[in-house]
């Protein structure tokens, strides 16, 4: 069975930053795709990046150049660096992990709260 646990969320201040951690239970090289969402009450769920196997990433509009997506596969674990944080990116972040299909997420950790205050 596979576990996704998400650390690092926390309350911060706008224009701050925190780095949130994906540690999965084995390798990470079996999944294709990896990715951290978000989701405030009464909305979807949004993807906020995500990362290839090969290294390749890709981002929400809304969180360009203030989020990094990385992954580590010696410690079996993906990153969210955040900085320049804003009131919006409040949430519950959520880490996915996909076998085959891009996007089309097997696995799910448990979430991890970010609170950004302004």
């Known amino acids: 069975q596979v576990r996704l646990v998400e650390s690092g969320g926390g309350s911060v201040q706008a224009g701050g930053s925190l780095r949130l951690s994906c540690e999965a239970s084995g390798s990470i090289l079996r999944f294709n795709d990896m990715a951290w969402y978000r989701q405030t009450p009464g909305k979807q769920r949004e993807l906020v990046a995500a990362i290839l196997s090969a290294g390749s990433t890709d981002y929400a509009d809304s969180v360009k150049g203030r989020f990094t997506i990385s992954r580590d596969n010696a410690k079996n674990t993906v990153f969210l660096q955040m900085n320049s944080l804003k009131s919006e990116d409040t949430a519950v972040y959520y880490c996915?992990?996909?076998?085959?299909?891009?996007?089309?997420?097997?696995?799910w950790g448990q979430g991890t709260q970010v609170t950004v205050s302004s």
């Open positions: 996915a992990a996909s076998v085959l299909l891009r996007k089309q997420y097997d696995y």
